[in-house]
């Protein structure tokens, strides 16, 4: 992961992400060669050592579905998790309803069900209500919630509540979603009883603590740093005919090669390259 101290924020590059920053970097040390006096005025969209904001998991919570299977509501606080382990709570229901989304059927005594193949053929509405979550101080920006269930195209559909903007370790999301199964088969049947619902909370990165101000470092001493090792000699870009190349390899001209090309088409291009100079 790369941190970037300006904002205060942390980034984690796969593979790809690095390839596509290090040509991106190769190509400003190429300008700074070509004229070091000059200061390099970049965009965020420009800066290699830039991410836009992504969503980071906080947790995930199970619910089943079976009670779905008999008419019964189901509501229930469950446990979010993580790979640290137990790091919140989420308050969601399930909730078997008519058409028109009103109502809960399992207060009706008239439509209890002994057998959940009674349902076959018939139609089926529920409600996914997400109430409100208790996230972690530190996982706690922007959140919300993603889960999916399986349509009767057999395909798993996602849905997403809103956003709760802000740093809120409670926030409220109250997002009512009317789900249907037009004509239940044992399909659907076999889903509801032997499966869960699994809730996915996310948030932003919080970057709202302000960092010292760094002191402007110009572009100029930026490649400096990059031409020259901490020793005073060879940097990691070391000069071998007017073409800056990473120490250890051969010189190969890299000016045709896009920034978001992959390690396997590197070695595609390499390849090339050696075959055409023997």
């Known amino acids: 992961g790369d941190v970037y101290k300006r904002q205060g924020e942390c980034y984690i590059w796969n593979t790809e992400q690095f390839m596509n920053r290090y040509y991106l970097i190769k190509e ?33 919570g199970y619910l089943k579905l079976q009670p779905l299977a008999y008419l019964i509501d189901n509501p229930c606080e469950i446990a979010l998790v993580s790979e640290k382990g137990k790091i919140g709570k989420l308050e969601v229901s399930l909730i078997p309803t008519d058409e028109n989304g009103d109502g809960n059927l399992a207060e009706d005594t008239d439509t209890f069900v002994e057998d959940s193949r009674e349902l076959i053929g018939q139609r089926l509405d529920f409600i996914v ?26 395909e798993y559909e996602s849905y997403r509540t809103k956003t709760i903007y802000g740093k809120n370790p409670e926030p409220q999301y109250r997002q009512v979603t009317h789900h249907s199964y037009k004509n239940v088969d044992d399909k659907i049947i076999n889903y509801l009883q032997h499966n869960n619902v699994c809730f996915k909370v996310y ?76």
């Open 28 to 60: 400003l040390f190429e300008q700074f060669c070509a004229e070091p006096n000059q200061r390099l005025k970049l965009s965020k969209n420009e800066d290699p050592f830039w991410d836009p904001p992504q969503p980071h998991l906080v947790g995930v």
């Open 129 to 154: 209500f997400v109430d409100q979550a208790v996230l972690p101080e530190n996982h706690c920006k922007d959140s919300y919630v993603e889960y999916a269930l399986l349509n009767e195209n057999s």
């Open 203 to 278: 948030s932003f990165p919080d970057s709202t603590i302000i960092p010292p101000t760094p002191t402007p470092v110009s572009s100029v001493a930026m490649f400096r740093r990059l031409s020259q090792g901490s020793d005073g000699g060879a940097g990691y870009f070391a000069r071998n005919d007017d073409t800056e190349t990473p120490k250890g390899l051969n010189s190969v001209s890299y000016t045709h090669l896009r920034a978001h090309e992959t390690p396997e088409h590197l070695v595609c291009r390499l390849l090339l390259e050696k075959k055409k100079t023997h």
